[in-house]
């Protein structure tokens, strides 16, 4: 075997890095199209089967700042592998699942899984610095943003098409081969012991079950809230858990969530900002624009397909292009900027707008889908406690998911009445347009990113 150069990031990591990132991204987008089959072949609701899009979110935003502490703790390995694998339990308990309520806890066992891929790649990215004395991942981070979209890109048409050779339990059966290549990739090629602390500061900082639980329960009756807004009393629990929270970690020796350390860094606050910002914008364009392009423009399933896929072609690209420039004020300055535009671009819309505009649209589009998501990981890299680098990555998918969560709550309020009208595709703009404005805002205040770019 050639030995690999120790001044070099190893290559060998970059398969089980991707692997591990792209099992969220494509179980979030295989079961897009699964809704309807799995509806008629168990006899459950619209509201029973969107339960298997909320119990993954749910799993998600919860577990992976858990999983990237103990990433942060243990090292890579051993969450890497444990997460994989409960990506395969998962995917065979759905295989097997009898009833929705089996389903629902399948894709909550996946979600678990699945948090550990993106914040053991990003701790491996740092690791893989501090050894080469480079601090210069842009290329790494780049791949695993052009992975993950391109996941998105593909994961509607391969769900369709696992559907119609196997029906809808392959889309959880393909979860077995892709959790045993990584796990068997992982195990070959993950580093043994890479960023772990001692044994006795391991069990120290773990001794903070109050701090989870506390955390688990703001955050889970916080996505209740935004998901089923008929759950509002629930946000009295919010409020007081969030309390109880912030009063605990204060005192706590060992915190789980060191919020002295967060407050003390407003540059990584107002970066996990953005991700929700940004988030709500694009996850608006992907779930309401969507509906609307079928129901208030008229194109079939297929249409509207075709009509997102230059928006994740160009956000492909756009990565590839300015991946390798480490500029990150730049790149959130045109992404904010190019969001704008697509919100007062859908105040034109109408039911009877021509094809090119709807592409223009998407073309736009494209811009912000590229450059926001690869720079605000790039930031979470850069502004990060190195020791809390996988539980920063952790945090920054939890905001994420809160404003993807945001952007369903809002377009089911726009689209309430009569379905997707182009009147409810303007409300929805407006907010788009508010979300678009203050990720502007924030970042043209934010002066801290140009110091990420001296550094």
Not at 107 to 120: E, H, M, N, Q, S
Not at 354 to 375: E, R, S, T
């Amino acid at each position: 075997m050639t030995a690999t150069r120790t001044d070099t990031f190893d290559r060998r990591l970059l398969a089980p890095m991707v692997l591990g990132s792209i099992l969220n991204p494509v179980n979030s987008t295989l079961i897009a199209v699964a809704l309807v089959p799995i509806g008629i072949a168990l006899g459950a609701s619209a509201s029973q089967t969107a339960w298997l899009v909320s119990g993954l979110y749910l799993a998600t935003a919860v577990g992976q700042p858990v999983t990237g502490r103990l990433v942060d703790l243990y090292g890579p390995r051993p969450l890497y592998l444990v997460g994989t694998a409960l990506v395969g339990l998962g995917g065979l308990l759905g295989l097997l699942a009898p009833d929705i309520g089996t389903l629902v806890a399948a894709r909550v066992v996946i979600g678990l899984g699945t948090c550990a891929g993106y914040p053991a790649a990003m701790a491996l990215v740092r690791r893989e610095a501090e050894r080469t004395g480079q601090d210069s991942p842009e290329t790494v981070l780049t791949v695993l943003s052009v992975a993950t979209q391109t996941i998105a890109v593909v994961g509607p048409t391969l769900g369709g098409l696992l559907i119609g050779l196997g029906g809808w339990r392959s889309t959880f059966a393909v979860n077995l081969p892709l959790a045993v290549l990584a796990l068997a990739v992982g195990w070959w090629r993950l580093p043994r012991g890479a960023g772990e602390r001692s044994t006795q500061e391991r069990v120290v900082s773990l001794v903070d079950p109050a701090g989870i639980a506390l955390f688990t329960v703001t955050l889970v009756s916080l996505l209740l809230v935004l998901e089923r807004p008929a759950l509002w009393p629930l946000a009295g629990v919010t409020v007081v858990a969030a309390g109880a929270l912030g009063w605990w970690e204060r005192r706590a020796a060992h915190p789980f969530l060191d919020v002295r350390v967060l407050a003390g860094n407003g540059p990584l606050l107002l970066t996990f900002l953005r991700a929700l910002l940004g988030a709500t914008v694009s996850y608006a364009i992907l779930y309401g624009y969507t509906q609307w392009l079928e129901q208030g423009r008229g194109l079939s399933a297929s249409g509207a397909g075709l009509a997102l896929l230059p928006i994740f072609l160009g956000g492909i690209g756009v990565a590839a292009l300015t991946g390798r420039r480490r500029e990150i004020r730049g790149k959130l300055l045109v992404g904010s900027a190019a969001q704008i535009l697509v919100a007062v671009l859908l105040l034109f819309l109408g039911s009877t707008s021509p094809i090119w505009l709807i592409v223009v649209v998407a073309l736009v589009a494209g811009v912000p889908q590229g450059l926001n998501n690869l720079a605000i990981q790039n930031a979470v890299y850069r502004q990060a406690d190195p020791e809390r680098t996988a539980s920063s990555a952790g945090l920054m998918r939890t905001f994420f998911y809160l404003g993807a969560i945001a952007a369903g709550t809002t377009g089911g309020f726009a689209f309430s009445a009569d379905g997707a009208t182009t009147a409810g595709l303007h409300v929805l703009a407006v907010v788009m347009l508010v979300a678009s404005g203050l990720f502007l805002l924030v970042t043209i205040l934010d002066r801290s990113l140009a110091r990420l770019e001296a550094a």
